[in-house]
């Protein structure tokens, strides 16, 4: 199957500082990826769904200008979270859409924990 | 909006039962997916289903995409340790000219000791 990767698979940081996280679509080219996030014991909420060289489309509820997506390339996504606070800490997975647009595979997903 | 209803939410099985979960909808759906994910680790991809009433193996897992395109199935049997997770069902749908996965709120396998 096609792999996904993230970095970094951990972050600790302050509050008030901002988090970079990258996904990768390594053998294919994802021409959409979607952002979760995961709380403990819950189910994948979708945050954002992002279309390479447009701007992402962001759930309700979620604050585009503190979840900041760019989706420059054909395998590359990138989700920053601006002025992280404590109840910004969950699992955040990334996940591209396959060519044939029938499948979508995950990112490993990245654990952030703010202080 | 569309919406998958999976069940059961949580399972408590013995090692060595066969395990049986089920997505439903009042929506068509294209294609059914179901994925399995470990604590801590995104989910991976276990059966992918495209056509209406396809039956699908994968080692002691068998899916099957239903006959009205509203529902599927994920059986597992056998259970072993390792089958402990969360499985999660999916299924494509168009919906404004775009291709949109929608995901169950997944179901929880426990093995007692």
């Known amino acids: 199957g096609a792999v996904v990767s993230q970095h970094p698979s951990w972050v600790i940081c302050k509050s008030g500082t901002s988090v970079k996280i990258e996904c990768r679509s390594l053998?294919?080219?994802?021409?959409?990826m979607f952002w979760y996030r995961q709380f403990p014991k819950q189910s994948l909420m979708l945050m954002a769904t992002?279309?390479?060289?447009?701007?992402?489309?962001?759930e309700q509820g979620v604050e585009k200008d503190k979840f900041l997506i760019n989706h420059a390339s054909l395998t590359l996504s990138t989700l920053t979270v601006t002025s992280a606070h404590p109840e910004d800490s969950s699992f955040y997975i990334c996940?591209?859409?396959?060519?044939?647009?029938?499948?979508?595979?995950f990112g490993p997903g990245t654990r952030l924990l703010v202080l | 909006g569309q919406q998958l209803n999976q069940s059961p939410q949580s399972m408590f099985i013995q090692e060595g039962e066969d395990v049986s979960m089920n997505c439903t909808s009042s929506?068509?759906?294209?294609?059914w997916l179901w994925y399995k994910q470990d604590p801590g680790e995104g989910p991976v991809l276990l059966i992918a289903?495209?056509?209406?009433?396809e039956l699908t193996s994968n080692g002691r897992l068998t899916a099957q995409f239903g006959i009205t395109r509203k529902d599927s199935f994920l059986n597992i049997s056998a259970s072993i340790p390792s089958d402990v997770g969360i499985y999660f069902c999916?299924?494509?749908?168009?919906?404004?000219?775009?291709?949109?996965?929608?995901f169950g709120k997944g179901t929880r396998l426990h093995i007692l000791p």
């Open positions: 929506s068509i759906f294209n294609t």
């Open positions: 289903l495209y056509k209406a009433g």
């Open positions: 992002s279309n390479e060289g447009s701007k992402a489309t962001y």
């Open positions: 996940s591209g859409l396959g060519q044939g647009k029938e499948t979508q595979y």
């Open positions: 999916a299924g494509r749908v168009n919906v404004n000219r775009d291709d949109k996965i929608i």
């Open positions: 053998d294919f080219q994802a021409t959409t």
